[in-house]
């Protein structure tokens, strides 16, 4: 029904910047409102960054080092991550919810989600 294919990740040092591309594959080319979670082994899932109808979300471990960005048309997302720390090191997943008449809410809730892209971040 929707297909969710990540791109970009890999290991950088600290400091370091890598960018992580998403593409949604829907019926219909129905309209996407998207999403990057992450997960570290041990740790909780986090709610990364998202794009919702108006604004942005960020977590506040990540204000001000990352940026998402949202092609609404082509249903692509595009976190772009600069300053990375070690704690940053987690598998990421873009995540994606259909919109409701183009509307995205604020709430973080998604149906779908990606294979998951490893970012390692080393001291």
């Known amino acids: 029904q929707v297909q969710l294919e990540e791109s970009g990740g890999g290991s950088v040092q600290a400091g370091g910047s890598l960018r992580l591309s998403c593409a949604a594959s829907?019926?219909?080319?129905?309209?996407?409102?998207m999403a990057w979670l992450r997960q570290a082994p041990g740790k909780e899932r986090e709610d990364v960054a998202s794009?919702?109808?108006?604004?942005?979300y960020y977590a506040e471990s990540v204000k001000g080092r990352f940026t998402i960005s949202q092609d609404i048309a082509e249903n692509t997302v595009v976190l772009t991550m600069n300053n990375l720390k070690p704690e940053d090191t987690a598998m990421y997943y873009c995540?994606?919810?259909?919109?409701?008449?183009?509307?995205?809410?604020?709430?973080?809730?998604?149906?779908?989600r990606g294979q998951g892209t490893q970012v390692t971040v080393s001291s």
């Open positions: 794009v919702y109808t108006g604004g942005t």
């Open positions: 995540a994606a919810k259909f919109s409701v008449g183009g509307y995205c809410s604020p709430e973080r809730f998604y149906n779908f």
């Open positions: 829907t019926y219909a080319n129905s309209r996407m409102c």
